[in-house]
């Protein structure tokens, strides 16, 4: 899959990866080829990969604070769902966040969450042929594992 087809697909969500969005976009790519379900599943889990950067990732939660008005960090699983949130959000925000981390910040909202986009290409999978996907793709999409992004950590 191009990454012009992953963006086109990404748009269907209309910035928001909601439960009903997401159940839609599952729904639009089970009408696509195998091939094309593995495609959308490398483009995002690259597309998550390279936003996992210590610039975002240290960012704190901007509606939350610890005791005595401390930043509150993001957890692995929030900032996850914060880099769905800007690849939900489409391809001009996910290219914009490089250039100006500030742009990434609005997505730590605990208002922001964008799990469900973890489960379309599974969904879409098991909606095309019937069967449980036990997947992997060539970028890990989990936290923290852009080595390259997070160059302080050890290995």
């Not at 610890?66 to 391809?91: E, I, K, M």
Request: hydrophobic content about 40%; some cysteine; charged content about 25%.
């Amino acid at each position: 899959m191009t990454w012009a087809d992953f963006w086109t697909l990404i748009a269907t969500l209309n910035g928001e990866a909601t439960q009903e969005s997401c159940q839609l976009l599952a729904e639009e790519l089970s009408r696509r080829s195998v091939p094309d379900i593995i495609g959308f599943a490398e483009r995002h889990a690259e597309a998550l990969y390279r936003l996992d950067q210590e610039s975002f990732g240290t960012l704190p939660i901007i509606d939350m604070a610890g005791p005595n008005g401390t930043p509150f960090p993001q957890s692995s699983d929030s900032f996850l769902y914060a880099r769905c949130a800007v690849v939900a959000a489409g391809q001009a925000v996910w290219e914009e966040v490089f250039f100006d981390v500030d742009k990434f910040a609005p997505y730590t909202s605990t208002e922001c969450d964008g799990e469900w986009l973890l489960y379309v290409p599974d969904q879409a999978y098991e909606l095309a042929t019937g069967k449980e996907w036990d997947r992997s793709t060539r970028y890990c999409f989990e936290s923290f594992s852009n080595k390259d992004g997070w160059p302080d950590m050890a290995s």
